[in-house]
């Protein structure tokens, strides 16, 4: 379906002659005050509301119903909140098309020479080389790729706890995962999107169990222990990030714990799971865990990552009946948790993406060992 491309107008900046009064003025001065300096540019005030727009905001304490305001060129389109300008909102765009994200950023820096074989995995960068990160995510845009996912996946309070860091500094390195990831957005792909990415329980303990799903908390204490990043990692979107991206998630239990630390928040985010065979690395069924995500409005997608593409072909068809579906699967290569390596070939295959899209798929990358090339070829595969 097509949308007509749209510039929203913040009306605190034509209103800020008025910000002193304490009268609440009506619509029709409301658009009056709005309506002149559009026509100016050749735009126009709707009578309607306009997806993502709030119909009342407060400016300094006064109360303002206002319409949409909307400019009448073609330009993509722009949302106003809280007086700074971001992107079209994710949620929007997969409505309409498929986003392409972007590929496994720890292996494409283990690639460049970085060594990641502590058990803080790419995250290390984030105190020695952010730079490094920052170039990764820049090439995965001039790949192709419209989303980078930032190197937050590692980063966790006892991770880096155990490192000597305190709280202060692990919150600072989560923001600036973010920060590094929008960087290189703004400066390559300024249409682009960034999700901040959580990563599972078992990516903290660094033993492979994310891939079984053999953990030693119940539901209470994975909540315990993704409550403070998550806190951390929502208050950057709409201020770097553009969603959340929690990942490689591996049993109901998980799944169960994030949903309920997600819901209520209205911070959007994808879940995404760690799978084989069409259920969850425990063995339960996928279709279960895609169904405890439906009743969560934050949650744009549903699907899986970091498992074979074949194993993304037999999920994708599951995620997609219940809407659309993310999938990022990894090269198809086995990893060797105690030797920290990959084995095999890659099996991973762009053109599969028609078959994932075809299904319901809207959010398709890949994850370990998929490279900018692979984003390249995937992008030459949805082009029109």
Request: a negative charge; one cysteine or more.
């Amino acid at each position: 379906m097509d949308v007509q491309p749209q510039v929203v107008v913040p009306v605190e900046e034509v209103l800020a002659p008025g910000i002193g009064r304490r009268q609440e003025p009506s619509v029709e001065q409301a658009r009056a005050l709005v309506e002149a300096p559009l026509r100016a540019v050749g735009g126009h005030a709707l009578a309607h509301q306009q997806p993502g727009m709030a119909a009342r905001e407060s400016v300094d304490g006064v109360s303002l119903w206002h319409p949409a305001i909307v400019a009448d060129e073609a330009k993509p389109r722009l949302t106003c909140k809280h007086g700074r300008m971001s992107r079209r909102d994710l949620r929007e765009t997969i409505a309409a098309r498929p986003v392409i994200l972007d590929g496994g950023l720890a292996t494409l820096l283990e690639q460049h020479g970085h060594d990641l074989s502590s058990d803080l995995w790419s995250a290390r960068l984030l105190v020695d080389d952010p730079g490094a990160i920052e170039a990764a995510h820049r090439e995965f845009f001039l790949a192709g790729a419209e989303v980078a996912t930032t190197a937050s996946y590692q980063v966790s309070f006892e991770g880096f706890g155990a490192a000597g860091a305190d709280r202060a500094e692990v919150e600072r390195l989560l923001r600036r995962s973010v920060e590094l990831a929008a960087a290189a957005r703004d400066a390559v792909s300024p249409g682009g999107w960034v999700a901040a990415s959580v990563g599972p329980y078992g990516a903290v303990l660094a033993d492979g169990s994310e891939y079984r799903g053999d953990y030693d908390l119940d539901v209470a204490g994975l909540r315990a222990f993704h409550r403070p990043r998550l806190d951390v990692l929502a208050s950057t979107v709409g201020h770097g990030a553009d969603v959340l991206a929690i990942e490689t998630v591996p049993c109901l239990a998980e799944v169960e714990a994030v949903l309920a630390e997600l819901d209520g928040t209205g911070v959007p985010a994808w879940l995404s799971l760690s799978a084989a065979d069409g259920r969850t690395r425990a063995g339960e069924p996928l279709e279960e865990a895609f169904a405890m995500a439906a009743d969560v409005a934050e949650v744009v997608a549903v699907g899986i990552n970091c498992t074979t593409p074949a194993d993304a072909g037999r999920a994708v068809p599951l995620a997609g009946v219940r809407g659309p579906a993310v999938v990022y699967p990894n090269s198809g290569q086995a990893w060797d948790a105690e030797a920290r390596a990959w084995t095999g070939r890659s099996a991973f295959e762009p053109t599969d993406v028609s078959a994932w899209v075809e299904a319901g798929a809207r959010l398709v990358g890949g994850c370990c060992r998929v490279g900018p090339a692979d984003i390249s070829s995937l992008r030459a595969t949805l082009a029109p």
